[in-house]
T-cell receptor, first 117, second 109 residues
Framework: ETGVTQTPRHLVMGMTNKKSLKCEQH?????MYWYKQSAKKPLELMFVYSLEERVENNSVPSRFSPECPNSSHLFLHLHTLQPEDSALYLC????????????????FGPGTRLTVT | EDQVTQSPEALRLQEGESSSLNCSYT??????LFWYRQDPGKGPEFLFT???AGEEKEKERLKATLTKKESFLHITAPKPEDSATYLCAIDNYGQNFVFGPGTRLSVLP
């Protein structure tokens, strides 16, 4: 496997289900990201893990719960979702960007198309 | 609040008809500007990084330029396979990128 992989590619779940999205990066990066992409809206950052420290976006509902067991793997645990959560969920990775360093591009996975019924 | 806007929202070109896409930004500080290409139902694919005004990058039919307030993605003699949504993003020294809404490009044969 190369680059950033995501599983599953498609997921349909009811509002009472619990499911998890998985992301794995094979690029040697040490920062990973979850984004939500809804129709006709810019990419919305949900969570960032940088050097295994979580930087959280406060506007993300608690029904989304991230987990980053190591620098190569990232999970997004989902529970009691709403229909408006249906979207393309994208994982990305990059080298760590800290104060005084250069900016590094993020590499994206293919996404998980989530439908909440 | 830092903002990124892109214009036009959608663009239809005939094959071989050159044009430019615009990315304008209002930020407190710019560490880097990034261009991505996204095909329907797929993740964004990295194209270019620009760091300072006056910088230019080229790849095949694409050329990206940067000024102090905007960036342009020039497409020379486009082909149908260049059809995609082109996204612009900035690194404003925060912990993440700020993405623009994208320009949806269609190149007709």
């Amino acid at each position: 496997e190369t680059g950033v992989t995501q599983t599953p590619r498609h997921l349909v779940m009811g509002m009472t289900n619990k499911k998890s999205l998985k992301c794995e990066q094979h690029l040697g990066h040490n920062a990973m990201y979850w984004y939500k992409q809804s129709a006709k809206k810019p990419l919305e950052l949900m969570f960032v893990y940088s050097l295994e420290e979580r930087v959280e976006n406060n506007s993300v509902p608690s029904r989304f719960s991230p987990e980053c067991p190591n620098s190569s793997h990232l999970f997004l645990h989902l529970h009691t979702l709403q229909p408006e959560d249906s979207a393309l969920y994208l994982c990305a990775s990059s080298y760590y960007v800290g104060p005084g360093t250069s900016s590094y591009e993020q590499y994206f996975g293919p996404g998980t198309r989530l439908t909440v019924t | 609040e830092d903002q990124v806007t892109q214009s036009p929202e959608a663009l239809r070109l005939q094959e071989g008809e050159s044009s430019s896409l615009n990315c304008s930004y209002t930020v407190s500080g710019l560490r880097g500007l990034f261009w991505y290409r996204q095909d329907p139902g797929k993740g964004p694919e990295f194209l270019f990084t620009l760091y300072s005004a006056g910088e230019e990058k080229e790849k095949e039919r694409l050329k990206a330029t940067l000024t102090k307030k905007e960036s342009f993605l020039h497409i020379t003699a486009p082909k149908p396979e260049d059809s995609a949504t082109y996204l612009c993003a900035i690194d404003n020294y925060g912990q993440n990128f700020v993405f623009g809404p994208g320009t949806r490009l269609s190149v007709l044969p």
